[in-house]
């Protein structure tokens, strides 16, 4: 399949499948004049790649998901990190999204007078509403 096949299967532009390629994710064949051509199996790596990053992997972790001839060779430990991140990240906004309610039916005369927004400012302050980075070291890849 030559890049423009790619991009239009894939649904990405063909700078991203570039730009993939530079980082090592995806992996041309040869070319076909100037274009580049890809094996098929290019689209089950660009859908683990998007996998990846909604669930909000950096595209140096997806790299590390991928053994050295392009197949999924993903660390189920860093999965479940992920995972814990997720869940925290899920309860923290859930937080939010309470306080925030509160606030907009609360019967306070002001947003200054009501003890829930006054808890949900104190949160924000303290920093944790913040989204938290873990700092994780680099795992090898295990086979799934």
Known sequence: MDIAEVARKSGLPA???RYYEEKGL???VGRQGLRRTFLPGVLDQLALIALGQAAGFSLDDIGAMFSPDGKASINRQSLS???DDLDQTIRRLKAMRNGLRHA?????PSHAECPTFQRLLR???AGELAPRVRK???VPALKP
Do not use: E, Y
């Not at 907009?104 to 306070?108: K, L, N, Q, T």
């Open 104 to 108: 907009a039916v609360c019967p306070a």
């Open 81 to 83: 990190a992920k995972a």
């Open 26 to 28: 995806i992996t041309s």
């Open 15 to 17: 700078s991203a499948l």
């Open 123 to 125: 949160a924000a302050v």
């Open 136 to 138: 994780t070291k680099a």
